[in-house]
């Protein structure tokens, strides 16, 4: 059992570390401003400086922000649907045929760019869906579907990869889903981005409650007049929105969605009436926080912060994979 003390703090350090990354974050370019001054220009009275600032890094800033709390939920919601650590929309394909959707609609059907999300959690569906057809051979079993998942998410970004280099990227919107660079977001970008992440995270605070009880062995939880088919699916549909929103306008950011519940857990427990919250926060600050490193470790150039998350989340993947081999392995 986590302490209660240990949450709270949890919750304090990190929104005080996100409030921090987003002032640096602020700050990493030709122009810097303070705090004080930052507030004013935002506030009180016009500053040029300010306004560029506000033009051209708020909006990649907040997209990594709003991004990073619907990856990072979209995982807690798949692990709870699976009973598997190892679940995350990226791993098992979510991720990529999301991704795919809205790189063919970026490229062939622009005039429709507001609706992508809509039409990227579509392709999550198909994909979720094959996942799972796939995998079925007399029951799930937790490993089957991790290495289904694998093999539909290379497929995916086989299709996403060889439809980018066959047009000799030429689409800017294709280039930049296909390889994860929140670079040149706009504000149209975020906005398309917000009103579908407020749906998915607010639909997942509704169903919170019914994470806790798929934690109990399925029988258990029918006696307790919980209907888990049903439960399941619908998690299951608010987790594949989540990933297929942020994968429409960021791209598909590997082991967010796998690495953030597991610390979350470890600082303030199980108990998604906690977990779910904490992890809005804590995956806000981790995309937040690889973007920041992308934007200052190799200055002037930058590393995306799907490739920061790659190299971060590969080991803890593998940590991740001899630990439980026992209990998914069979």
């Given amino acids: 059992m986590v302490s209660s003390r240990k949450k709270i703090l949890s919750f304090a350090i990190t929104a005080l570390g996100l409030l921090t990354l987003f002032l640096v974050a602020v700050n990493i370019g030709s122009l810097k401003v303070m705090p ?195 439960s399941r699916i619908v998690i299951s549909v608010i987790a594949v929105l989540l990933a297929s929103i942020s994968t429409a306008v960021i791209g598909p950011i590997s082991f967010l969605g796998l690495i953030v519940p597991h610390i979350a857990r470890l600082l303030v427990g199980s108990n998604h009436k906690v977990l779910v919250p904490y992890s809005i926060l804590l995956g806000a600050f981790t995309l937040l926080l690889a973007d920041t490193l992308g934007r200052t470790i190799a200055a002037p150039y930058e590393i995306s912060a799907a490739i920061i998350m790659s190299v971060i989340g590969g080991p803890f993947f593998i940590l991740l994979l001899r630990r439980s081999k026992q209990s998914y392995g069979q």
């Fill in 36 to 230: 004080l001054e930052l507030f004013k220009g935002l506030f009180i009275e016009h500053n040029e400086n300010v306004a560029t600032i506000y033009d051209l890094r708020f909006p990649r800033i907040l997209i990594a922000i709003f991004g990073g709390a619907a990856t990072a939920v979209s995982g807690v919601l798949l692990q709870a649907v699976m009973k598997n650590p190892l679940a995350d929309p990226g791993i098992i394909g979510v991720s990529s045929g999301a991704s795919l959707t809205a790189v063919l609609i970026t490229a062939f059907v622009p005039t429709l760019y507001f609706f992508t999300p809509l039409f990227a959690f579509l392709g999550g569906m198909v994909a979720f869906l094959l996942v799972y057809s796939l995998s079925w051979k007399g029951g799930l079993s937790p490993l089957r579907i991790i290495l289904v998942g694998v093999a539909v998410n290379a497929m995916f970004t086989g299709l996403m990869s060889a439809f980018n280099s066959g047009t000799g990227s030429n689409y800017s919107g294709v280039a930049s889903i296909v390889n994860a660079n929140i670079t040149m977001k706009t504000w149209d970008d975020f906005q398309t981005l917000l009103l579908y992440v407020v749906i998915g995270l607010i639909a997942s605070v509704f169903v919170m409650g019914q994470c806790n009880l798929l934690a109990l062995e399925d029988k258990t939880a029918r006696s307790l007049g919980v209907n888990v088919t049903r």
